[in-house]
């Protein structure tokens, strides 16, 4: 992975769009990121991992700007390549905080989706082999983090080299192997459950068993078969009693069924003797009702000719009335005669001269339609004059006002600006407060130091161990002297004269000498840690120092405000604030205001034109039509007398005059023909209403004869009758239908009681003599005999399947015998395969575990190169090699070859310096090594944020001289840091410029 372009804006420190356009480095391969404490310079970093993982490189999980308005977004913008592909990976924050990230690559010219949202990671993940983890341990070393990898477990450590050299071959080849291996043996499995399963199924252990049982089940199922036939005779013979019984039962039903009904037809005969006589009584009634029924038809039809006459009487009164209104109203016309008459003279005197008139008329009407629009068309003119004026004087007010407005809403930015300077002013003061009180703390912790303490302490051990090795060296001078013989050589200084040999002192002892060799060790430990301790504490006092004279600066005379003044002051700064965007607002409205009376003024303007050029056309206009309606009137006044001329005068509504009198002529003769036809068909109608009034008459007195005779003979034949009154002969009279109904309801009875009487008779001959069966003992019977065939059909048909069974079974296992000895042979060849790649056999180490060892070993070796030479050929690093079972996860544990001691020791007990130069030793052999294998991930870039500041002048020109080494091979090297030295050094540099609204960038070259 190289970088091409970084774009970032509300980010971090950065609010303003940000472009990091590493093509501007033509062809350096090293560059330099610095500048002030907390400015930014991480946070590029920062970008690329959020961009690529939507993570920080260290705990950051706060992205977006505290800068930044609420309009600008938070967005970055990463491209980079892969070998020969170029992509882009963008990620945007909206609104909500929801960050929506987008994948596009390089094709055609353009770059296209590839990927968004959901699928995001999991591509990243796949296009450059690491995990945000993992990309932050090799490509990028995070800033107090650099050592992640050189720390690492073997569990860890054992993921990327996966990741790095791409294993996963050699895993998924033992995969393979093991799965089938696993494959074989489950089938070989399989087959030996199966036989044990069918075995275990048939209650057996051996073939030879089932084979045995098969002449038993044999056996068992004739017998069954023979039990089964005798059972079947028995039901047959039980079936023949049952059916009789049950015919017999049914008969015995129905003679208890008949019976009942019997009883209950004759409890009813009570009721059909009362409908018979009164069936009895109707008929006699028959006689007399003839006569009745003539008697209430002649009176229906007097009444309906009674009504008539009324009906016809009135329409004769009505028509009577008609014809005297029909007469009348022929005199009236007959005396209107000679008003018609002159009507029709004024009609043929005004169709003479209408043509004329018309054309008259019409010009005058000309006339006055175009007087009245030149009249509108002066008043719409003087209404958009008056307009136009009222606009004029409003944009002069609106002007005025917005004179006003401008000098507060210009001063928005400068307000929001100084809030924001406020608001940063309070940061500062409460950086300033922290800066101060953790200065107060080191320094306590200054004057607390216990390395007087231990230098005192020191210093006594030191001469309390040198006054013992004196006595140490004088008892053993005193050991020699005592074997000096004189005159000979002493075998120390070689001389023959020993003029002061030395004497025994108190005896010393060696305990003592280790024990105080050991505390001055000790105390020489804990006095250099209490000493790093100190400088540490004295240089992060130093800056804190340094920082509070920066805060003091930008503070100026705030530094001594209190709380309750800063948050007065940050009201007053809100509030002019609030008022420069009500302002900025009201300003805004006004501007739309007047833009709308502009526009409302250009339109009035040119209606004004367009009026002033209509009222030009109508006042030529005018002027013709007078001449002309002035000409036509002296000429109808030049044909007649004066009453003539009033005559005219009259006559302005002439059209309309002689269409009424048209209308009038019309209406009168359409109205006399009517008169006329209505008057003859009245006269019509009065006659025949008239007769049909006497035919009445004379039907209505007949009816009421004959009604007079109908009834003296009923009453004649009601007194020949049993009946005293005509109330008891209407109680006995009755309806053909309802006399026909009772007849059937009679006779139905009758053929009832019959036939329930016949057949009860047929059914107590059928049961003379019988007991009712008992079906229930026999239904028991039956039940039992079923119940029994039922089980031995059951039994009969578990047995043939245990013998059905019992036959496959025997065969299935036979079949399994000669399939498990050729599966056999298969599994132990692959099982043995398996075994060995996953290192369950032989030298106990997997395939991909043997090769992770072999890359591991290439690495460090390539690290320990560069190690020696950083550190002046003391380090270099090698694996663990405290256990030979390269199955444990601790077979990739890293240890430290001191050469100066010749000893080996654990990577933490390097200092942070030395911790440092082997990360970057490890991290540059991984790159080297990965580069130089085909196929591998390509490690094109490497990123390292700070720790230099811990290495001696020395160690630093060597580190940067091994990082400058890298850009022969290709490889973009980025470092971050603030070490004078190291700027002093690179060419290129990105240079961080922090300021009051956010930091922004600046290339060195």
Known sequence: ??????????????????????????????????????????????????????????MRDTYRSHHADDKTLTSVVFEFTLGERRFRAERRMTKGGNVVPKLEEWKDG????????????????????????????????????????????????????????????YEQITTFLKEQAQSENARYTAIESSRTTLLTGQGATSLEELEAREP?????????????????????????????????????????????????CRSDEIHRNRDDARLQEAEKAVRLQPAFERIQEIERSLFSQSEQLKKIGTEREGLVNRLQTLQEENRRMADAAPDRENRRRRIEELQRILPEWERFEGERRRLHEATEQTGTIKRTLEGAIAKREAGRQALERIDGELAELRAPAASRPLREQALVDWERLMRLHASFEQSRQRLEALEAELAASKEAALKTALDETARSIHALEEEQKKAQAA???????????????????HPAPAVPSAAHDDDSLFTLRERFDALRAEHDSCSRKKHADQKEAQLLQERIAELKAELGPWVLASEDERRVEVKERQEQLRLAIDAERREAQIQSERNALLTSQKSLESETERLREMQLLLSEELSKLSASVAGREQLFRSVGSIEGAERIDGILSITKELERLLADEQSDQKRLTQLQSDYERAVREEASTSATLRSLQERHAEESIALEKQRHAFRSLLEESAWQSEEQFLAAAMPVEERELLKQKIRRYDAQRQGLESRFSELAEKTAQKERPDLGILKEENQRLQESQSRLHTEKGALVERQMNLLRAIEAVRKLDRDQESLRRRRELWKGLA?????????????????????????????????????QGRYSLRRSQESDDLRQTFGLDLVVYDHRTGKLRPVSSLSGGESFLASLALALALSSVVQSRTGGIRLDTILIDEGFGSLDPEALDLALSTLKQLQEGGRLVGVISHVEEIRQQVEARIEVLPGPTGSRLRWHL
Do not use: W
């Open 216 to 264: 038993i089940l044999a056996a068992e199922l004739e017998r069954l078969q023979q039990e089964e036939s005798q059972l079947a005779v028995r039901q047959k013979e039980l079936n023949l009693r049952l059916t009789s019984a049950e015919a017999l039962h049914q008969i015995f039903l129905e003679y208890d069924s008949v019976a009942e009904q019997l009883e209950r």
């Open 835 to 871: 075994d060995a790649a996953s290192g369950a056999s032989g030298r106990r180490i997997t395939l991909q575990r043997y090769v992770l060892a072999y890359r591991l070993e290439e690495v460090l070796g390539n690290a320990s190169e560069r190690m020696r030479r950083m550190t």
């Open 479 to 497: 050991v020699l002297a005592g074997s000096l013989v004189p005159g000979e050589p002493c075998p120390v200084c070689g001389s023959e004269h």
């Open 1 to 58: 992975m190289r970088p091409l372009v970084l774009k970032m804006t509300a980010f971090g420190p950065y609010v303003h769009e940000q472009i990091v356009d590493f093509g501007e480095l033509k062809g350096r391969n090293f560059f330099l990121i610095h500048g002030p404490t907390g400015s930014g310079k991480t946070s590029l970093l920062d970008a690329m991992c959020f961009a690529l993982y939507g993570r920080s490189t260290g």
């Open 110 to 169: 353009g770059y296209e989706i590839i990927v968004e949202r959901k699928d995001f990671s999991d591509h990243i993940k796949a296009l450059l082999g690491f995990d945000v983890e993992q990309f932050r341990q090799v490509v990028m070393l995070p800033q107090g983090q650099f050592s992640r990898f050189l720390l690492a477990s073997s569990k860890d450590k054992e993921a990327i080299l996966k990741t790095l050299f791409g294993t996963d071959r």
